[in-house]
């Protein structure tokens, strides 16, 4: 533990048994996330420091790196925590799979009416998915109601998003210049 930075700490000590019951699916693909991309991050390293311990690659920096233990170490717990994650949101992706069964209802004149019937996912609202299978899904009615506008449009474009934060930064230079005065 002693290698890793402290948010890195936290991210592994988050895959401890006690912590991750407490992570709701949500919070658990975007810790998945972020551990795949640390433990690629190192693996990546460490080929590279191997590479040039062999003296195949050229140094990057001035010294030539002489081992990549420490670094195997770092992926190898990211590899670890990672396993945990993706264990403990398929036990809940599996307990969260929406049961539909078929309740047969009062006869009709042709015979039984079949009903089904959504069980609730205990009173959690699931999270909204915006594409599927390469393909956008359906809105729902709420979000289809949101306001159309300026807002929405920097939320959605990064340019407009930098363009928005410039403006406002030259507005608070100009407002201490002129506290100067």
């Given at each position: 533990?002693?290698?890793?930075?402290?948010?890195?700490?936290?991210?592994?000590?988050?895959?401890?048994?006690?912590?991750?019951?407490?992570?709701?699916?949500?919070?658990?693909?975007?810790?998945?996330?972020?551990?795949?991309?640390?433990?690629?991050?190192?693996?990546?390293?460490?080929?590279?420091?191997?590479?040039?311990?062999?003296?195949?690659?050229?140094?990057?920096?001035?010294r030539r790196a002489e081992g990549n233990i420490n670094t195997r170490q770092k992926a190898e717990y990211f590899a670890l925590t990672?396993?945990?994650?993706?264990?403990?949101?398929?036990?809940?992706?599996?307990?969260?799979?929406?049961?539909?069964?078929?309740?047969?209802?009062?006869?009709?004149?042709?015979?039984?009416?079949?009903?089904?019937?959504?069980?609730?996912?205990?009173?959690?609202?699931?999270?909204?998915?915006?594409?599927?299978?390469?393909?956008?899904?359906?809105?729902?009615?709420?979000?289809?109601?949101?306001?159309?506008?300026?807002?929405?449009?920097?939320?959605?474009?990064?340019?407009?998003?930098?363009?928005?934060?410039?403006?406002?930064?030259?507005?608070?230079?100009?407002?201490r210049r002129d506290q100067r005065r």
């Amino acid at each position: 533990m002693s290698l890793l930075t402290e948010r890195e700490a936290q991210l592994v000590l988050s895959s401890a048994p006690r912590n991750l019951t407490e992570l709701s699916p949500r919070e658990l693909r975007s810790r998945i996330q972020r551990t795949r991309r640390l433990m690629e991050k190192y693996q990546d390293q460490a080929r590279l420091q191997r590479r040039e311990a062999l003296g195949r690659k050229t140094p990057t920096r001035t010294r030539r790196a002489e081992g990549n233990i420490n670094t195997r170490q770092k992926a190898e717990y990211f590899a670890l925590t990672l396993e945990r994650f993706e264990k403990r949101l398929a036990q809940l992706e599996r307990k969260a799979t929406v049961k539909t069964r078929v309740v047969s209802g009062t006869r009709t004149g042709r015979g039984t009416r079949r009903t089904t019937v959504r069980v609730a996912t205990r009173g959690r609202k699931p999270a909204r998915r915006t594409r599927t299978a390469g393909r956008t899904a359906k809105v729902s009615g709420a979000a289809s109601r949101q306001k159309k506008g300026g807002a929405l449009k920097q939320q959605r474009f990064a340019s407009v998003k930098r363009q928005a934060h410039a403006s406002a930064r030259g507005r608070r230079t100009q407002t201490r210049r002129d506290q100067r005065r």
